[in-house]
């Protein structure tokens, strides 16, 4: 299994960092590999920053798709992209951290 994580700020600072974190918590034989986007807010913080990333990411999910990754997470927890980009994926899988919290989350039995 392929994983593309797809950090959508403009800068590398953190792919080492979240590249490191996901190789102790991943399946054998899973490979994952960390990406930013080439230009970019280094946050998201605002909603306009989000605007910005928009194009660029759904860019790199169509690569993804391209060269034959099996899933892609956009790598914030805001979830910026995510209904776009599942939109133009056609068999990728695509999720984010704050959707993917929340399901886990009303599955806890209290």
Known sequence: ?????INPVGTADFDAPIGE????????GTEI?????????????YHY????????TLH???????????AAVIGCFYDPGLREAREIAERLVITA????AMHIATTVLV
């Not at 920053?49 to 660029?56: G, R, S, T, V």
């Not at 790199?60 to 099996?70: I, K, L, P, T």
């Not at 951290?97 to 993917?100: D, H, L, T, W």
């Open 1 to 5: 299994m392929r994983i593309l994580w």
């Open 49 to 56: 920053y989000e605007a910005l990333i928009l194009a660029d």
């Open 21 to 28: 974190f996901l190789s102790g918590a991943k399946s054998p």
């Open 33 to 45: 590999d960390v990406v930013s986007l080439k230009r970019g807010p280094m946050h998201l913080e």
């Open 60 to 70: 790199e999910v169509r690569r993804a798709e391209r060269e034959g990754y099996d």
């Open 97 to 100: 951290p704050a959707e993917s």
